[in-house]
């Protein structure tokens, strides 16, 4: 199983960025997805979820409102659209399967995304 996330990248606070995640390895279409995010000197943590039909969303209570989950099974892809970022937002974001918010494989390399004047 192998995750490549990317669309990380610099930001000024109130920007926006999309992030997408390619899956291979799995039958993509089976799997809830779910993105989590690591701040230096912090645990990683959950940032949001989606089935595997594209419903069922959850989202983490320190973004809710600004983040949207979304994913394209046809191209094995999740996504995370990122909206009016802070710099508290700042962390290395990767995607993998979820099971009861919960990530199911290794890690991918991640992207860096970073909120800073």
């Known amino acids: 199983v192998q995750f490549v996330e990317s669309g990380g990248g610099l930001v000024q606070p109130g920007g926006s960025l999309r992030l997408s995640c390619a899956a291979s390895?799995?039958?993509?279409?089976?799997?809830?997805m779910g993105w989590f995010r690591q701040a230096p000197g912090k645990e990683r943590e959950f940032v949001a979820k989606i089935d595997w039909s594209g419903g069922n969303i959850g989202v983490a209570d320190s973004v809710k409102g600004r983040f949207t989950i979304s994913r394209d099974n046809a191209k094995n892809t999740v996504f995370l659209q990122m909206d009016s970022l802070k710099p508290e937002d700042t962390a290395v974001y990767y995607c993998n399967v979820v099971r009861n918010m919960r990530p199911q494989w290794s890690w991918g390399q991640g992207t860096q995304v970073t909120v800073s004047s």
């Open positions: 390895g799995i039958i993509f279409s089976s799997y809830a």
